[in-house]
């Protein structure tokens, strides 16, 4: 089992930067990939940035360049830089964790409003 803790969304202009947490406790050992993904009103889910456990890290597209996700020990970051409206949204920190017996499971955290005023 891992436990998910987010923090650091809120309310910011167009231009501005946010930085989310996310802190990970429990089966750490486990964790073969954390990441955050990030739900808009009406909209799917869509991936936003993964590092794995190796610091390997993925983007997609609409934040590459802008958005940089990091790790230190147990603490997941994603430094948002010159947000648009668009990223308007809950973000949410993800984990992947190989369990013996079961596979990979997915623990989601319980989400963290971020949103971009124009």
């Known amino acids: 089992q891992v436990q998910l803790v987010e923090s650091g969304g809120g309310l910011v202009q167009a231009g501005g930067s946010l930085r989310l947490s996310c802190a990970a406790s429990?089966?750490?050992?486990?964790?073969?990939?954390m990441g955050w993904y990030r739900q808009a009103p009406g909209k799917q889910r869509e991936l936003v940035a993964t590092i794995t456990r190796g610091g390997v890290t993925d983007y997609a597209a609409s934040v590459k360049g802008r958005f940089t996700i990091s790790r230190d020990k147990n603490t997941v970051y994603l430094q948002m830089n010159s947000l648009k409206p668009e990223d308007t949204a809950v973000y949410l920190c993800n984990t992947k964790c190989n369990v013996n017996g079961v596979g990979i499971v997915d623990y989601w955290g319980q989400g963290t409003q971020v949103t971009v005023s124009s």
């Open positions: 429990g089966s750490m050992s486990s964790i073969v990939r």
